[in-house]
């Protein structure tokens, strides 16, 4: 069974910096590409990054509201995936959700969201 | 970025019926749409895949169509524990995008 584990979320200040982590089990975590999703309080879904995993490149890849103050990365050694957020706003504030992105065989492409993590709650603000 | 206009984004119905959702994509992203089920205080659960297909274990009264800019979502006979918000979400370009949900409420 896939399990992803949310943890590091908080209370910080604006400016502030904070990092997410996701520990995943029952699954070949070095073929995985994975992603974070949030959601602000009482509100929908914004997908915030994804990272590919080592063999397709292991890169990156993020929407215009967070890049350059978020990055992704990944301890392969330790099924894990990090979320490192800086500069963070008050529009930051939501719970964030670690992915796996699944694979459509028929689009022979990375598709969507087929397991999540409880998520963790981060709250910017003075 | 691409899109995703979602309606209605409320609706209340009686168990039994049938219930549609539609999402609308900005352009054409072909098949590439999923499906969400959220319930309150859970993470959202993959329900269709490729716009039409069901992921494995999710009941049979669940269905979606569509292909292009124009997609259908369908609960054939609603249940009680259909109770939840509906997100569509297209991944045929980066940005992901999510529609902005439709909240289904038990008459």
């Known amino acids: 069974e896939v399990q992803l584990v949310d943890s590091g979320g908080g209370l910080v200040k604006p400016g502030g910096s904070l990092r997410l982590s996701c520990a995943a089990s029952?699954?070949?975590?070095?073929?995985?590409?994975m992603s974070w999703v949030r959601q602000a309080p009482g509100k929908g879904l914004e997908w915030v990054g994804r990272i590919k995993s080592k063999g397709s490149g292991g890169t990156t890849d993020y929407p215009a509201p967070v890049e350059g103050r978020f990055s992704i990365s990944r301890d392969d050694s330790r099924n894990t995936v990090y979320l490192e957020m800086n500069n963070l706003k008050a529009e930051d504030t939501a719970v964030y959700y670690c992915t796996h992105i699944t694979w459509s065989a028929a689009r022979r492409g990375a598709a969507g969201f087929d397991y999540w993590g409880q998520g963790t709650l981060v709250t910017v603000s003075s | 970025d691409i899109q995703m206009t979602q309606s209605p984004s409320s609706l209340s119905a009686s168990v039994g019926d049938r219930v549609t959702i539609t999402c609308q994509a900005s352009q054409d992203i072909s098949n590439g749409l999923n499906w969400y089920q959220q319930k309150p205080g859970k993470a959202p659960k993959l329900l269709i895949y490729d716009a039409s297909n069901l992921e494995t274990g999710v009941p049979s009264r669940f269905s979606g169509s569509g292909s292009g800019t124009d997609f259908t979502f369908t609960i054939s006979s609603l249940q009680p524990e259909d109770i939840a918000t509906y997100y569509c979400q297209q991944y045929d370009n980066l940005p992901y995008t999510f529609g902005q949900g439709t909240k289904l409420e038990i008459k």
């Open positions: 029952g699954l070949t975590f070095s073929d995985a590409w």
